[in-house]
């Protein structure tokens, strides 16, 4: 055994507390003011903003524990026009790996928020954050995430809806990616369940949405999704089940339910040049789609009281073979009715229609305060063309090509052979 000079061990320990004792407290405190820092807080808004491709602020950042940090004030917007897409006062975020499974790895995430707000309009981009997210995986095989929101306001340019009870599962496998979202709608007694499942076969993938509200939900937030539904009116709800698939084109699928509140006059004013009014209720028995084209629709509708325009009745007795047992008036532009009923059919036969009117007689599509005012044909097919020409007075034999007509024709189901359309069929300008 060696002997040192006191000087000598005087050193020695000196470098052993430097290193040992000064340089970790020096580094960690160093650390530490870093994380507390501003200049830590745009370098974790940074690497946000490149995680998700959107530009991420927040007022202050909190490691709570290993794999586990807060946010405050958080706010995600869209890079390309600046319109804040989510806000929330409070997010807390936890990350832990998953047990190994036949070599596998897996993370785990869950996330608690609060005072959250959703932009509706940019919806479409949480959407593709998620996925975006889950396709790249970072090297895991394996991530569930789990989100639980108490209240969530979904705001659009005329107002507000909170959410409760808000819940999202998303699971991604290796050859499979699953999402689940529930909700409650707070002032209606309706909850809404959204599953997503997206698989990686052999061929193209095949991903498939599906939809269940058990009570109305508003239409107006499916427009940015479905157009269609812009055109019932701001009142209006649908309640149901929606389902569609896509593999390598168009989306296909099924839909069946009930909508109420619907703005007839606001109906009419996209798809028809007559003029019609009243609030109606929609049963959609059946319908399955392929794109932006229906392949069969079948249901029931009843509405009124409400105005209907006298060329509404005419064309509908010209053209949908419906029976009008009184002559029109010259002098009567506007008609007052009581009730319009009918269960209707479309499908590549053409189009049928059955009265549901509540009157001594059978078969009365429409009712007025004298009587009936519409009957309908015994549901015999007409060709679908038909149904245009009610909707837009031809100027002569044919089809008027209108934006109308168009958008009518868009989503009609093709018939099974070319007469099926009628003889009346071809476009031409007014």
Known sequence: MFRLHD????????????????????????????????????????????LL????????????????????????????????????????????????????RGASVTLRASQVEAHAPELDQLWRVAH????RRHGLDRIRLQATVPVVRLVDAEGSDPLRRLLVRIAAL???????????????????????????????????????ADGPVPCRWAGRWIPASASLGPESTFAGHFRATRRSGPWHGELAGRLEGVDLAHLGERYTAHQISGQAKITVEACRFSGQRLEMLSGSLRAGPGQISDSLV???????????????????????????????????????????????????VLTGPAGPLLGDCGGRPLPLASLVQACIPPAGPLVSATRRSAGILRWLPLP?????????????RP
């Open 7 to 50: 000087r000598t061990r005087r050193r020695l320990n000196l470098v052993v507390f430097l290193l040992v004792c000064v340089l970790p407290t020096v580094v960690l405190a160093g650390w530490g003011l870093w994380r507390w820092s501003g200049a830590y807080g745009r370098a974790e808004a940074h690497r946000l903003s490149q």
């Open 53 to 104: 491709g959107l530009r991420v602020r927040f007022q202050s950042v909190r490691h709570l524990r290993p794999g586990a940090v807060r946010y405050e004030r958080l706010e995600l917007e869209d890079p390309a026009t600046g319109q804040w897409v989510l806000r929330c006062g409070q997010l807390e975020a936890a990350w832990q790996r998953l047990p190994e499974a036949s070599g596998n």
């Open 132 to 135: 975006e997210v889950m396709a």
């Open 174 to 212: 290796p050859q499979q990616a699953e999402g689940e979202l529930q909700f409650h709608w707070a002032d209606r007694d309706a909850s809404v369940h959204v599953r997503l499942v997206s698989t990686d076969g052999e061929g193209s993938p095949e991903t498939t949405w599906e939809v269940t």
């Open 314 to 364: 005419e064309a509908a007795s010209r053209f949908l073979g419906l029976v009008r047992p009184t002559p029109p008036r010259p002098s009567a532009l506007q008609l007052t009715y009581e009730q319009l009923a009918f269960r209707f059919c479309v499908d590549e036969r053409g189009v049928r229609l059955w009265g549901q009117c509540q009157s001594p007689a059978d078969g009365v």
């Open 416 to 428: 099974e052979t070319a007469g099926g359309l009628g003889d009346t069929a071809v476009l031409t």
